[in-house]
């Protein structure tokens, strides 16, 4: 099995009869066009670990997803509840302690507040799991040879997503590539004498975001992306197209460090098996 990319098979596409429509069979055909004379494509193979690291953190995104969802619900009712309202971004622990100081006596707001603290109940039940799951991606991330938690604003999901998304990091020729491949390469949008680049909308978004994270986290804090970040700013870029550049500059990082830990982890596994080569049983 070959890794095609949707690009190639895109211009194949566009080249072939029936006037560039999409359609399922269209697209097999250019797949395999693509696969047939593209030189250089990798061969995908099946990892198990990465399987079972692509299924634990598509879970863990699901919780995520699913306490925004109860914080919203808990904010509104409490927007209710209380005529001062609640400050948006709570813990199960303030809203519990939040909801003590009141206890209404009509039948409207009994009921919202026994809605109010069943909300409480399944915040709570949701980040056990959060806990739970960021245990689990950080143990099979550290199992994996990983240093990507080493890097500042990657935590458990986004090095678990890394790995789960990203595959053989050696698929990309180099940096350049990979930040194509993420969407943090922008786009030549110049015009004439006017020089400039816009966002890029392409790539995979889930890394996007997981770059994207790294770079507002990097940014609360003194660190070398805050650094190049303000070195932007000075230079005149307004803070979107600084933070697109901070971004550009992480998907470097990120490269070097996943091409880093593959080599050493590659180079392991070989003197393991030179070592049970020369000590047989």
């Known amino acids: ?162 790995l789960a998304d990203v595959g053989d990091i050696r698929r990309f020729a180099n940096r350049n590539r990979f930040a194509s491949w993420n969407g943090t390469a922008p786009l030549d949008a110049s015009s004439g004498e006017q020089q400039r680049h816009r966002l890029s909308r392409a790539g995979n978004r889930r890394i996007n975001r997981t770059l994207h994270i790294m770079g507002v986290v990097q940014l609360r804090n003194p660190t070398a992306g805050r650094a190049y970040f303000d070195v932007k700013k000075s230079a005149g870029k307004t803070s979107m197209e600084a933070m697109r550049a901070l971004k550009r500059q992480l998907s470097n990082v990120v490269y070097a460090r996943m091409l880093a830990d593959q080599k050493r982890r590659e180079r392991q596994a070989r003197e393991g098996t030179r070592g049970r080569l020369c000590n047989p049983a």
């Open 1 to 162: 099995m070959l890794d095609v990319p949707a690009k190639l098979s895109a211009q194949v596409r566009v080249f072939a009869t029936g006037n560039g429509r999409k359609t399922d069979p269209v697209d097999a055909h250019s797949v395999a066009l693509a696969a047939l004379r593209a030189p250089n494509l990798v061969r995908v193979q099946v990892d198990a670990e990465l399987v079972v690291t692509t299924m634990l953190v598509d879970r863990r995104d699901e919780l995520g997803r699913a306490r925004t969802q109860t914080v919203n619900r808990l904010h509104r009712l409490l927007l209710e509840l209380f005529p001062g309202g609640a400050k948006k971004f709570l813990s199960a622990t303030q809203a519990r302690a939040l909801v003590a100081t009141t206890k209404p006596r009509d039948l409207v707001g009994r009921t919202r507040r026994r809605l109010t603290v069943e909300l409480i109940a399944e915040l709570e039940t949701i980040d056990k799991k959060i806990k739970t799951a960021d245990a689990d991606l950080r143990e099979v991330v550290v199992a994996r040879g990983s240093t990507l938690l080493d890097l500042h604003g990657i935590g458990p999901s986004g090095a678990a997503r890394l």
